[in-house]
């Protein structure tokens, strides 16, 4: 069975940091770009930052350059994301997706696979 899951949301004050991790069940990272999107209440899904398939090419929102980072293990089958500095404007359910020889890009129709979601809350 085809699946990604994600791990690692939770509760964080405002500085904080949190990192999620996307494992692939059924088929291998490696042949795969991986985006990570995110979607708060009242607003449309956006891509936060995206890899492609051979790492050599990321794609980071505006809004989270400098503080948020990818990174791939294809030996474990998983990505990950190291959220640093993170503000009360995170708050978001965060899904992590998976395209086929992706380029890196954030466009989410592209996107073959995607994961439940983890919710992300940055509060004090």
């Known amino acids: 069975q085809v699946q990604l899951v994600e791990s690692g949301g939770g509760l964080v004050q405002p500085g904080g940091s949190l990192r999620l991790s996307c494992a692939a069940h059924g088929f291998g990272l490696r042949y795969y770009g991986i985006g990570w999107f995110r979607q708060a209440p009242g607003k449309e899904r956006e891509g936060v930052v995206c890899?492609?398939?051979?790492?050599?090419?990321?794609t980071y929102a505006d809004s989270v350059k400098g503080r948020f980072n990818i990174s791939r293990d294809n030996d474990k089958n998983t990505v990950y994301l190291q959220m640093d500095s993170l503000k009360p404007e995170d708050t978001a359910v965060y899904y992590c997706?998976?395209?086929?020889?992706?380029?890196?890009?954030?466009?989410?129709?592209?996107?073959?696979?995607w994961g439940q979601g983890t919710q992300v809350t940055v509060s004090s």
């Open positions: 997706a998976a395209e086929a020889y992706g380029l890196g890009k954030c466009r989410a129709r592209s996107y073959d696979f």
């Open positions: 890899i492609s398939e051979l790492g050599d090419t990321t």
